[in-house]
């Protein structure tokens, strides 16, 4: 009998529902035995003392994407892509933005090339409609479903990208007619800009007021609309970036209702508050915390907590989305426009490689939720839900042999200078973590160990996805 390319020794594999003591074989990029003992294997890692976890899948990550004020992102594909890898991430999910006026095939052509021979971990890319034309909905969003598009978001808010309330249910429609999943980004545009004129006129122009222009209550309010809207279409939808206890509730109202709505939510939620954005003393500091929903207070971070345990929340994303802090494209004071008023910062933090640590160090570490639920939201569920399971997000016979090895009791602070995104700064710069990915393994083969990339160049693979289940 030939022998395994790779047979991982010795750890203890955590699924979402199980962990247990054995060995690992892979053979031409899959899992092919899971067994108390497995003799011989070309490679073997010895993985005693460690987790062997399905490798990360972040459903919601920003990279290369074309901003509406000409700010230029701080990550491409292959920057983000080896910050993923880094942070213990095998597959990552980026958006093709559809700007106005675009074609939605051309948007996506040309993220691909973008994303070809560039990325240091699998991707597959969402859609963002923003010009729900008849061409859009008739047949180029159909057509680019049926080819493994199989998800999309739309924004309530942000000037180059809302749509009103009846683009929304056009888009839903579709959504329903392909079974396609949308994401939906739940702010309210008009009292966004309502807060916003307001704190503008008492002078209030700080990045810290971006947190109450856009008001958990403005959240809250967008957050049922969709659902109403997604039940009168008979359609799921995924609510993104839940922020607080308030949009919870929505969603627990609707799922109390037997509604199809599915949540997410993020690390700046449990790890950082509205506070942050002041920054020291209001000053510029706080934009490094700008992003929308901005995090909120220590009554919504317990309320994120619970839902993270109670299964309010499915997934677990970064929602990475890196600009610059230095120089007048970016975030800080070096903006012109960014200084006049905190409705110029860019929206969006970097996190793809902090997401995995922050989890696991400030929830299984500290207790508060169990390594198999820590597997399920941040690989089974976001590779259930997006279309890609089992090939994804599993350790079974069969499934792409995407591994990441875990040190659950490493300790060390997230600082800039260990990390590999674009962003010239981190907004967790000196947490304390307990528990850091420590290899990182992609079809079988390590591309990240030890603090170091060890293949010559990417290996990535673009995914073409299946349909999402009605329920996970
Ligand atoms: O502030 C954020 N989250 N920027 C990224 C874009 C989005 O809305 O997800
Ligand atoms: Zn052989
Ligand atoms: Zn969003
Ligand atoms: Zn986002």
Not at 13 to 29: C, E, K, N, P
Not at 65 to 92: I, K, P
Not at 181 to 188: R, S, T
Request: glycine share 10%.
């Amino acid at each position: 009998m030939s022998l395994p390319d790779l047979v991982i020794r010795g750890g203890t594999l955590v699924t979402a529902s199980d962990r247990f003591q054995a060995d690992l074989a892979v053979t031409d990029g899959k899992i092919t035995q899971i067994a108390s003992r497995i003799e011989g294997g070309h490679e073997e890692i010895d993985a005693s003392g460690l987790l062997v976890l399905p490798g990360g899948v972040d459903a919601h990550v920003h990279l290369a994407q074309e901003q509406g004020d000409g700010t230029v992102m701080a990550d491409d594909f292959a920057s983000g892509t080896r910050s993923a890898v880094a942070g213990g991430n095998t597959t990552v999910l980026p958006f093709a933005l559809q700007r106005k006026g675009q074609s939605l095939r051309e948007a996506v052509r040309d993220y691909h090339a973008q994303a070809e021979g560039q990325s240091w971990c699998d991707v597959s890319f969402h859609m963002i409609i923003t010009d729900p034309t008849p061409q859009v909905l008739g047949q180029e969003l159909p057509a680019l479903v049926r080819e493994g598009y199989t998800s999309f978001k739309v924004f309530m808010t942000y000037d180059d990208m809302v749509l009103n309330d009846a683009e929304l249910l056009d888009v839903f429609d579709v959504a329903r007619r392909e079974n396609a999943l949308v994401m939906v980004h739940a702010e309210g545009h008009d009292a966004i800009k309502y807060m916003t004129r307001k704190l503008e006129e008492q002078g209030k122009t700080a990045p810290y007021y971006h947190a109450e222009a856009h008001a958990q209550i403005a959240e809250r309010e967008a957050t049922h609309r969709a659902i109403s809207h997604a039940q009168l279409v008979d359609v799921p939808i995924v609510i993104v970036h839940v922020s607080g206890r308030d949009p919870m509730e929505q969603i627990q109202w609707a799922r109390a209702r037997g509604l199809q709505v599915f949540a997410e939510t993020c690390p700046q939620y449990v790890a950082m508050t509205a506070e942050d954005l002041k920054g020291l003393n209001m000053d510029f500091e706080g934009a490094k915390y700008v992003c929308s929903p901005p995090p909120r207070d220590s009554d919504s971070q317990a309320a994120i907590w619970q839902g993270l345990r109670d299964g309010t929340f499915d997934i677990f994303s970064s929602d990475h989305c890196p600009f610059y802090f230095d120089g007048e494209n970016g975030t800080g004071k070096d903006n012109p426009r960014a200084r006049t008023s905190f409705k110029w910062v860019p929206n969006g933090i970097p996190g793809v490689e902090t997401r995995l640590p922050i989890l696991f160090s400030e929830g299984v570490s500290k207790g508060r939720i169990t390594l198999e639920r820590f597997v399920a939201l941040t690989s089974t569920n976001p590779a259930k839900l997006y279309g890609m399971y089992p090939q994804k997000g599993a350790l079974i016979i069969g499934a792409d042999a995407d591994i990441t090895l875990w040190d659950a009791n490493r300790r060390a602070p997230v600082r800039q200078v260990d990390l590999h995104h674009g962003a010239d700064y981190t907004p967790y710069e000196g947490m304390e973590i307990t528990g850091w990915p420590v290899r990182t393994i992609l079809g079988g083969r390590t591309v990240f160990a030890a603090g170091t990339f060890t293949e010559a160049a990417p290996t990535g693979r673009y995914l073409p996805r299946g349909y999402s289940p009605k329920q996970l």
